[in-house]
Each structure stands twice: as structure tokens, then as C-alpha cells.
């Protein structure tokens, strides 16, 4: 099929004529007649564009399916889908750094056979790259609202509602899970003997420590304000004091210093494992804490677990 200037396909228009060609050439989007072939039949400024080239009639009969392999496949794609009496719904198509929403129609003669295509084209890089920079924003927010902006660690909302979603998976699958608690001893008299800016760097130095040490699959979260809260997937209640002794070992080594200042502190960790009544992160650390005040107690520097 070729592109014929017939005289009987002029149209009037206000006591001005205008050829079906001047009409798709100026219509605000872009409309491409294509045949089985992929031989284009009529185009606008879209094509010319993505062929660098100037003169939009060098492109009649030339093959769109040379514009890229995509192109040549969606083609193809939705004559299978004509000759099957369906329709292709609107999609996106990526071209030379644009993005385009496509809305295809077949033209069928009067058997019903599709000897072509019509291709409505708009573009909507703008648009996508709008919603790109918005979800983005969206995912700094987040990250922001869910993260402690000291240690950023998942503060004590975010720790909860994650940990929660965690424990029905648990027991649903019969897993065990355990939760370590963490508390810095005497944490006030390095705020009072050093100052709040020191003891906010060995907070955020011990976090990083505990990071560290956990696995990428436990969740991490400061419940407190020097108190910091591990949860376990797939962990029992031994594996778990072997990840607080390893802790409590790396931060009663560790120097952290700054301004010429070295400060040593230590910490007391409480292990808990799941019982039947933990159906919440709240249950399960209500005991961790509790062994956690048994290790200060028992005079602090150390790991205590309720194993019953």
C-alpha cells in the first residue's frame, strides 16, 4: 500500500482545502499508518526525528521496523493479535531517550482482514520523568520517616510494624525467631562526663558495630534512647546468645574516639526466644527486656537469656 495524493482526498475546511496528509502531519500527536510489512505509509515529526533526517517523504514507504528491535517486535506483535479478532491495549515504548504512550487500531477491508495499523503516539517523557523524580522523593521521605536520624537504624514505629509482619510469617510457618535487646551501661554518665555531642558518636559507632555484626536478614531498630532491639528470622534462642556474646564482646573491645577523646563503654543484652504467647514484637520483647534488666543486675557487661 502506497501513498497516493488523490485529488478527491482533499478536504474543506473553512473555504481552505487541506490533503489527508497535512491533516495527520499536523494533528498534536503523532499518528503512524504502517502495513504487515512494517512499511510506513504516513508519518509525522516523530519519525523524522527518530531518523535523523529532514525531509519527512524520504520516509514514506521506508520500514519503520528499522527504527529499533522493539519497534520491529510490537509490530509483529499486534498483527498476531488482529488476525486472533483481539485489540492491543495502550502501552509504552522507549525511543531514543523518549517515552511514548502507543494506542494501535488495525484497518480491515471487508472481509476483516488487517492490512494495517494505525499507531497514535504521545509523548510522555516529560510525564515519566515528573513521576520518576515524585517516586523518588517518595522513597527518601520514607526512608526518612521510617529511619532514627541519629543512628539510622529503623526507629522504634518502623522496627515494630516490620518485625509484627515477620512474626505472622514465623508462625505461620512454625520458625523460630528470637529478639535481642541491647542497652549501653551507664550511657548518662557519658553524656554528663563528656557531653551530649560525645555520647551521641558512641551511639551511632555502637549501631554501626551491631550492624556489623547481625545478618543482612535481621532487623535492627533503636527502641530507646540507648537502647537498640534485634530481631532474629529462623533464629532460636541459643543461636541468638551466640550473636549477643559476639556483640557484647565487639563493643567491650572497641575504642571509640574522636576530638582526642577515647571513650570505652559496654552493654547489656537480654535474649528472648518465641514462646506460644509472642504473637506480637511487642510480647516477645517484653521478655527480652526483662533479661536485660537480669544482666544489669547480675552486674551488667553481660549476656542473659529467659529460656523458659
Known sequence: MKYCKNEKNF?????????????IETIPVTVVLIDRKGNCIS???????CNATSKKDSLIESEITDLNEKVRENIKRD????DQGKNMPA??????????????????????FAFAELAVL?????NKNAEHRLAKLNEQLKVMVSRDGLTNL???????????????VGLRENAPFSVIFIDIDYFKKVNDTYGHSIGDMVLRKVAGAIVRNC???DIVGRVGGEEIAVYLPNTNCYGAVVLAEKIRTCIEKSEFRTENIVVRVT??????????????????????DKAMYMAKSNGRNRVECLYE
Open 11 to 23: 478536504i474543506e475546511v473553512g473555504g481552505e482545502f487541506i490533503t489527508l496528509k497535512q491533516l
Open 43 to 49: 508519518n509525522g515529526q516523530f519519525l523524522v526525528d
Open 79 to 82: 498483527f498476531e493479535l488482529f
Open 91 to 112: 502501552h509504552e515504548l522507549a525511543l531514543n531517550g523518549r517515552i511514548y504512550k502507543v494506542v494501535v487500531a488495525p484497518l480491515r477491508n471487508v472481509s476483516g
Open 122 to 126: 504521545t509523548d510522555i517523557s516529560e
Open 154 to 168: 529503623l526507629n522504634k514505629n518502623a522496627f515494630s510494624e516490620i518485625c509484627n509482619k515477620l512474626i505472622k
Open 215 to 217: 545478618r543482612k536478614s
Open 267 to 288: 552493654v547489656s543484652i537480654g535474649v528472648s526466644a518465641n514462646k506460644p504467647y509472642h504473637k506480637t514484637i511487642s510480647d516477645i520483647k517484653k521478655d527480652a
